[in-house]
């Protein structure tokens, strides 16, 4: 086997390995570059993405699946074995991804026509979203995969976010010997709610660790929820908001399912008002709540009991833009989930904008905060920070909870290893920043493993250890299945009329629009000028979404 390291190592985003293992080319991951790094993404990928026989994708998070469909433009066509509820999650972030791609493109360019700059392509297109999602091939946790006579492919659960997956790789030679190279994915934390422990892997002969939080310890739940609790409650009754950039898949479940059992115990405000603006959350908590088959056992018998997890009194969904302007301009205290988890782009930095320079509201971040993100600047104590090219002073409280995190911490990640009957022959840490990557390396090397710490573009050849793996699992597995190609989710009769009704309705509007510019377009000072071009663009691509949905059905 040759592993080559094109992202995510001696950092934590743009997760991406090249994989050459049995005469086939393998990526695992092909994630966005983001925060200091982003301007990796429009460098050249270090292989020819058509000469791929395949990707492996461990999770939806967009620094994990970000840049599928850049793959897909420059020539990718091959199958994208990941979990079902990875394909169903990773379609709709890869369109909203594509979305954002445009949309900072047309800004770019409006500004770039009036400086007589060149005009920039976006890095890839809804229709690249769209073509990559249909490469999906699902399959289930701890089905065995033949890819081709030497290499097997399996996922477990990683418990890292809806889907998560740890990939075991065996490549076996024609004499019978096979090696296995494990790649963690990105860790969950043991006993948390909704999804299930990550699952132990006992035998490696490699392994490809993530070290996110390889030299810190989580607070524990319980204090956790209870710092939660205080933040809401002292910032509401102060006449403030409480604003929680969040991850629109994982944290906004995580913190949705602790405000649902805070409110239960009665720990929070009554009447307490929760938005959560973000249409890509809300999506993306649609799927959670249809994926039940990888809950936990608590999480199961809450449904069964008849309580839906992610919902409560006081709930309300934002889901059009106005919905969200109208957040800003309301004088109820109120709670607002919004992404991007790290304040990168999104409906978040107009709430940071109407918050952060008021004493009486809190800033609460849930999640990790990558280097050169607004988030880490903010957490930082950056004062003033600019934000939507404006300058905004710091008043807010700023407050942090890194036990809701996503990942594992050190000892977490420690006892994970720990499933493993002996240390590796060479464990490789990945998607860490310096400290944590150096920290868990020392700790791990304390435990008698051989470890490395990749570098960008680094090559690694893996030798077969000349010792036959037991591969027990894989022999007494059943004959391994071919994955059916993925079909996104239809809806049903009555969904697709409501459709068809929304249709007719942005239709007659788009008329109205085209109408209005028509007779007064020329003549509209710039600002309305614009916004009505927006409008109608806005419009045409909710048309262009029914379409597609109807002709889904349709086929
Ligand atoms: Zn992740």
Redesign the pocket.
Known sequence: MQLTFLGASGMVTGACYLLEAGGLRLLVDCGMFQGKEEGLNRKPFGFHPGSLDGVILT?A?I??SGRLPLLRKQGFSRPIYTHPATADLAAIMLMDSAHIQEADAERENRKGRRAGRHLVEPLYTQNDARAVVNLFRPIPYGQLVRLNDSVEIRLQDAG??LG?AIVEVFETDDKGRTVKLVFSG?LGQPHRPILRDPALIDEADYLVMESTYGNREHEPLESTRAALAEVIRSTISRGGNVVIPAFAV?RTQEVLYQLNALAEEGQLPRRLKVVLDSPLAIAATEVTARHREVYDEAAANRVHDGDDPFSFPGLVMSHTADDSRALNESKEPMVIISASGMCEAGRVLHHLKHNLWRPDSTILFVGYQAEGTLGRRILQGAAPVRILGEEVAVRARIESLPGLS??ADQAQLVAWVGGLKKPPLQTILVHGEGDAREELARVLMERGHRVMLPVLGQSLSLPASGRVVSHKAAKAAAAPVEPEPYRVAVPDGDALSLSAKRMAALLRELKAVRKAWNSHGAHLPAGQAEELARRAADLQRDLEEIRLLIEAASD
């Open positions: 999770h998070h620094d994990h890292h976010i998560s990105d994982g996503a990942h």
